[in-house]
Nanobody
Framework: QVQLVESGGGLVQAGGSLRLSCAAS????????MGWFRQAPGRERDFVAG???????TYSDSVKGRFTISRDNAKNMGYLQMNSLKPEDTAAYYC?????????????????WGKGTPVTVFS
């Protein structure tokens, strides 16, 4: 019923920027929490940024000040603006959503997931 499709990933030089998009379909996600997570090979899927249905944003310490999460409810879209990218940001980035707020943005609390978009940052 809810589908999420990420786009915008790619290869970028360290210090550069990239904007990820998450297109939602099936129903409006106006009241849903949306989040971005990333997973590097052999590592756990980690929280990157989240935004609540009320518009409150939260970030992982590792990206705070560099990444900005936003949403456009009229377009049923979510975004992650990534600036000052570092090689350690390299990972598959996943868009996720949950129908009801559950506090902390832990992967296990998310209801819907996109298939991911790869981001590679080279130095």
């Amino acid at each position: 019923q809810v589908q999420l499709v990420e786009s915008g990933g790619g290869l970028v030089q360290a210090g550069g920027s990239l904007r990820l998009s998450c297109a939602a379909s099936g129903r409006t996600l106006r009241s849903d929490d949306m989040g971005w997570f990333r997973q590097a090979p052999g590592r756990e899927r980690d929280f990157v940024a989240g935004i609540s249905g009320s518009g409150s944003a939260t970030y992982s310490d590792s990206v705070k000040g560099r990444f900005t999460i936003s949403r456009d409810n009229a377009k049923n879209m979510g975004y992650l603006q990534m600036n000052s990218l570092k090689p350690e940001d390299t990972a598959a980035y996943y868009c996720a959503a949950r129908r009801y707020s559950s506090g902390s943005f832990h992967p296990s609390t998310m209801d819907y997931w996109g298939k991911g978009t790869p981001v590679t940052v080279f130095s």
